[in-house]
C-alpha cells in the first residue's frame, strides 16, 4: 500500500486558485488548505500522485509538507 504524504503545491498565477484545486482533487490530491494569498494549495497525497501533479499545467512546484516547531524558550533545538 503506497505512503501518504502531506505536500505543498506552489500554482502560477495565470489561473484561478479555486480552480486549481479542483483540478488537484480530480488528480488524486486530498486538499487540505488554500491559501489563496501566497498561491499555494496543502494536501496529502501518495508519491506517484505527487510526480504526477508535477505535470498539471499550472502547478509551478511541489514540496514536502514538514512540521516545525520553535520548543519552549531556551530550547536548544527548535525542530
Known sequence: MPTIALWII?????????DMAVRL????LSIKDILEEIGCITGS???????????????VDIAP????????PGADETW
Open 10 to 18: 506552489t500554482i502560477s498565477n495565470d489561473q484561478p486558485i479555486t
Open 45 to 59: 497525497a501518495d508519491d506517484a500522485t505527487a510526480e504526477r501533479l508535477k505535470h498539471v499545467q499550472g502547478v
Open 65 to 72: 509538507d514538514m512540521p516545525m516547531g520553535i520548543g519552549p
Open 25 to 28: 482533487s480530480e488528480e488524486g
